[in-house]
């Protein structure tokens, strides 16, 4: 299918779904997330190291883009909890510069992702991995809010996790009543909103009621202002990162990481969307979307931005149905920036910290992943490696580590699937379903028959050369391949072996059922005919057939 966006796409073949009650209903879908997204993206780029106003432009930008450009009919994009951990250590290394060149380059990286299709193929990530970094970038992203939650006020609270929690314990005689008594509010609310008021999101809840109740009650709670100074008006211009371009080079993999789990992020989400609406999204069109919109937040000074799960239902559950809704949740937003800067920066930190926590839960999955310590053992390590990685080192090391370890147990068990059986040691078949059994047919004397069935590759050559190193000797070695879907180079070396030990045994070795793609690899080498193309047989008869005359062809000879 070729790129194209989905919202083009409506509207050149669906333009009845663009009708003016269809519009009505996107705006509100589109009001009610933007109401979600002010807070949330706040709190997301002041818990990354940043200004607040650069979450809103994040926003503003990204959000936009992934709408009108993206391959989804109702994906909202935009900074989420996922990237906190990540852009909090890039701009503590970097700086912002940094920071935005390496969300630029993983623009690119996610534009190339899906001009080259690969969309579907970031569905190969193991499912222990997903959740093993999304929950250790949950505890990670709490353990962030600690000190704005109790107002400790500890200014240079180090990266590291145990480090980090360290302190907070040596440092709980800072606690503030006032701020924590706040906090603990913000979250009652959270927890407790009635569902009736769902038109007035629980985080906007929060903010206002809290920020109302601080100012009435004359409390000393540290705020965004007295952090950040007032909040911009305007609408920043462009601007590009100073650096060089070793600068840039350095900065390849922590892009090539937002890129990744931009991708990943997004895609889950797109996937989520789909089950909620019933329809279907173009996964590369949404990469080169997600792409587009984080070089323009990038380019305005905003932070990484992807599909955010929980707003995209929030909207989906409001009633969108079309892109529109996620365009006008971005252009609320700027509304929103432009205009209420100034009561924006009188919202208490602890307040901010509360909906984190709540972003924290909800990221964290607990319930799957306590539900994948019923899976094998593997699954269960590569589990426990992401997640303490992510938490103790950090994401990049995590998915490279967790993805290694994935790749590594698959080997493993796809090379335990792969078997070599002597026929003779084979149980009969009893139930009459294997017309090609052996049972009910002779084996000449003089020969062997060996079966190999699964995947013949690396993990399994190994297996198949110990198994024939016990074969005793022949004067025909047939290989049942029957079973053997692929072949890689090195289960091809392993067969090479073998016809060279047979070579110099005077065995002869026959092929029976060789499939189309090992048939494909053996004659890319030459195989084919070195081994000779009479000693390929169509099946177990005709091998046992072609056996017999070359054992008796010998005993001529003899």
């Known amino acids: 299918m070729p790129l194209q966006p989905k919202f083009f796409t409506l509207l050149k073949n669906r333009p009845q ?3 003016r009650g269809h519009l009505l209903r996107e705006a509100l879908a589109g009001l009610t997330v933007a109401f979600i997204a002010v807070p949330l993206s706040i709190a997301l780029a002041i818990a990354s190291g940043v200004g607040p106003e650069r979450g809103l432009v994040t926003v503003v930008t990204a959000g936009f883009i992934v709408s009108l450009l993206g391959g989804s009919r109702v994906q909202i994009g935009g900074p989420t909890g996922a990237f906190v951990v990540i852009v909090a250590g890039i701009v503590q290394r ?3 510069d940094g920071l935005i060149a390496s969300t630029m380059m993983a623009g690119v990286f996610l534009v190339l992702m899906g001009l080259f299709k690969f969309g579907r193929m970031i569905q190969y990530i193991p499912y222990p991995i997903t959740t093993g970094f999304t929950s250790g970038i949950a505890v990670v992203l709490f353990s962030t809010q600690v000190n704005d939650f109790f107002g400790m006020g500890l200014k240079d ?3 590291d996790f145990v480090a980090k929690w360290g302190l907070y314990f040596d440092s709980l005689h800072a606690v503030s009543p006032g701020t924590l008594a706040l906090g603990a509010f913000a979250l009652f609310i959270l927890a407790f909103w009635p569902k009736r008021f769902r038109f007035f999101p629980p985080p906007l809840a929060a903010i206002v009621v809290t920020t109302l109740a601080a100012a009435l009650g004359g409390l000393e709670v540290e705020t965004i202002g007295s952090r950040f100074g007032a909040l911009p ?11 060089s371009w070793q600068d840039f080079t350095t900065l390849i993999p922590p892009a090539v990481t937002i890129a990744l789990l931009a991708g990943i992020e997004s895609l889950l989400s797109a996937v989520v969307a789909d089950g909620m609406i019933g329809k ?7 990469l080169v979307a997600q792409g ?12 990484p931005a992807t599909g955010a799960i929980a707003r995209t239902a929030a909207s989906v559950s409001s009633g969108a149905r079309l892109p529109v809704a996620g365009m006008v949740h971005a252009a609320a937003v700027l509304l929103i920036m432009l205009a209420f800067s100034a009561h924006i920066s009188r919202i208490p930190m602890t307040t901010l910290a509360a909906i984190l926590f709540a972003v924290a839960y909800r990221m964290s999955e607990w319930r799957s992943f306590v539900g994948l310590f019923r899976a094998p053992k593997d699954d269960i390590a590569v589990l426990l490696v992401t997640f303490l990685l992510t938490v103790f080192i950090d994401l990049v090391a995590a998915i490279k580590i967790g993805m290694v370890l994935a790749a590594l147990l698959f080997m493993k068990r796809m090379a335990d699937m792969t078997t070599v059986i002597n026929v003779e040691d084979d149980p009969p078949d009893e139930t009459g379903g294997d017309r090609y059994s052996l049972d009910g047919r002779t084996v000449p004397p003089g020969v062997l028959v060996y079966e190999i069935n699964g995947p013949f590759f690396f993990g399994a050559a190994n297996s198949f050369l110990e198994s024939l190193e016990k074969m005793k000797e022949c004067r025909v070695l047939i290989l049942r391949m029957r079973n053997v879907p692929v072949m890689d180079a090195s289960g091809y070396h392993a067969l090479y072996k073998v016809y060279r030990r047979c070579a110099r045994a005077g065995t002869a070795l026959l092929l029976s059922h060789v499939q189309r793609q090992p048939h494909s690899v053996m004659n890319s080498h030459g195989f084919t005919d070195l081994l000779g193309r009479d000693h390929f047989c169509l099946n177990i008869d005709t091998a046992l057939k072609k056996a017999e005359q070359l054992v008796s062809h010998r005993r001529a000879a003899a």
Request: hydrophobic share 40%; aromatic share 10%.
């Open 292 to 303: 587009l919109g984080n070089m323009a937040s990038a380019a305005f000074g905003g932070i």
């Open 157 to 159: 609270v180090p990266s």
């Open 233 to 243: 008006s305007v609408f920043p211009a462009p601007q590009m990162p100073r650096l």
């Open 94 to 96: 970097y700086g912002v």
């Open 280 to 286: 279907k999204h173009r996964s590369n069109m949404e």
């Open 17 to 19: 779904e663009f009708g």
